[in-house]
């Protein structure tokens, strides 16, 4: 099933200039949702994942359906401020300023394969942050899924070496 059609275009959100890529579409249509989830559980057999990983807020809604189809274990990567228990963090450089990403210090342990998934691939820094996270903790980055990759951002580059999976590109 061809997902492009689900994806919207919004101008100039959020700011002047960008062209958003809506997922709501796609997330309201039964089939194309299944076809996401469907095609990163394929992904997470072929490397392996004992462990699906997603970015808040919508890499939750992609990964959680990963981890659960699958039976695995979902580990939430959030902004900072945001989990209860003891956290590790890893900070990184926006084009506006910095921000800082969490997760749980007990959610990685030593040598998991993990999957980490989100919606859409940009310039890679968030995307980046969590590979870092994963690391500190003593877990492989197995791969990384997107829905959309923002080819002519060139955020595949900083993801190097880990292996990407992305079922639209735009270039």
């Known amino acids: ?30 089939k ?4 996401v989830i469907n095609q990163f559980c394929d992904f997470a ?11 808040e807020s ?11 189809k699958l039976g695995l274990k979902f580990v939430p990567i959030r902004k900072k401020g945001k989990l209860p228990y003891q956290v590790v963090s890893e900070s ?10 969490e997760m749980h210090t007990d959610a990685i342990k030593k040598d998991e ?13 968030t995307m980046k942050a969590a590979c ?19 080819a002519f951002l060139k955020g595949a580059e900083k993801l190097k070496p880990h292996k990407i999976f992305s079922l639209l590109k735009y270039d």
Not at 1 to 29: H, S
Not at 32 to 35: D, K, N, T
Not at 142 to 149: K, L, P, Q, S
Request: aromatic residues 10%; proline residues 5%; without cysteine.
């Open 113 to 125: 394969q993990v999957l980490l998934v989100d919606d859409l691939l940009a310039t890679g820094g």
């Open 58 to 68: 919508r890499g939750f809604i992609f990964g959680a359906a990963v981890a659960y």
């Open 32 to 35: 194309a949702f299944e076809e």
């Open 132 to 150: 870092n996270l994963i690391e500190k903790q003593g877990g492989k980055v197995a791969g990384i899924a997107f829905v959309i990759d923002l």
């Open 45 to 55: 057999k072929q490397i392996n994942a004992q462990v699906i990983s997603g970015i």
């Open 1 to 30: 099933m061809d997902i492009a059609p689900f994806i919207r275009d919004i101008p100039d959100f959020p700011k002047k200039g960008i062209i958003f890529k809506d997922i709501t579409p796609l997330l309201a249509e039964p």
């Open 92 to 101: 990184y450089d926006l084009e506006y300023g910095s921000s800082t990403i």
